[in-house]
C-alpha cells in the first residue's frame, strides 16, 4: 500500500462522538495526515454531530428509519461516501451492523474499535463479558471490518488489567482512554501506507 496524500476519511456515528473528537484532535495536531471528508449518523440528535459541526466538518443524518432493509441503507451510505471520496471509512460508535455490500465496497478500507482483546469477547457488552468471564486483562481492539461480526483482521489492540473491584463502567472509562490512543494511531498507519493485510494476517511496515 502506498501512503495517502492527505487520506479522506468517512466516518459512520451513532452516539456522542469521543473517538471521532480524538481523531480530530490528533488530526489537527498534525499527528494524522487525513481529512475527514464527512461525517455520517443514523441518530439525528447524535452529539458526534456537534463536535463535527465544531470543526467546520460537513456532516451527513442518514436515518435507518427511512430505508426498507439494512441492504438498502447500506447501498445510500455508500453513494455518500463515494460522493465525498472517502478512501478510509471509520465506525466510531457506529450501532448497527454492515452488509456485505458495505463491506464489499470498501475491502479491507473499514475500521472499527471494540472493547476488548479479540477474538474474545465479540458482540455488545464486550467489558461485561470480560467481567463475567474473570479475566486479569481486557483491553481494545482496531481491526478492519469483514462481512461477520468483530471477525476482520486485526491491526492493533492494547491491554488493561482488570482490578477486582472493577465494574463495567470502570473497565468502560480505562479501555475507552486506551481507545483513544490506538484508534488514531491505526488510522495514521493507514494513511503512511503502513499497512498490508495478507489473509488474517496485518503486516505494519516499520
Known sequence: MTAKV???LGVLVSGSGTNL????????????????????SNK????????AANHGIPVVI???RNFSDRN????????????HDVELVVLAGFMR????????????AIMNIHPALLPSFPGLHAQQQALDYGVRYSGCTVHFVDNGTDT????????VPVEQDDTEESLSAKIQKEEH??????IKLFAEGKIQVNGRRVRISP
Open 152 to 159: 476482520g483482521p486485526i491491526i492493533l489492540q492494547s491491554v
Open 97 to 108: 451492523i454492515l452488509t456485505d455490500t458495505m463491506v464489499n465496497a470498501f475491502p479491507n
Open 181 to 186: 490512543r490506538v484508534f488514531p494511531a491505526a
Open 72 to 83: 438498502e441503507y447500506d447501498k445510500a451510505t455508500v453513494e455518500i461516501l463515494r460522493k
Open 44 to 51: 439525528p440528535d447524535a452529539y458526534a454531530l456537534t463536535r
Open 21 to 40: 473528537q480524538a481523531i480530530i484532535d490528533h488530526i489537527e495536531s498534525g499527528g494524522i495526515a487525513a481529512t475527514i471528508a464527512c461525517v455520517i
Open 62 to 64: 442518514h436515518e435507518n
Open 6 to 8: 492527505n487520506c479522506r
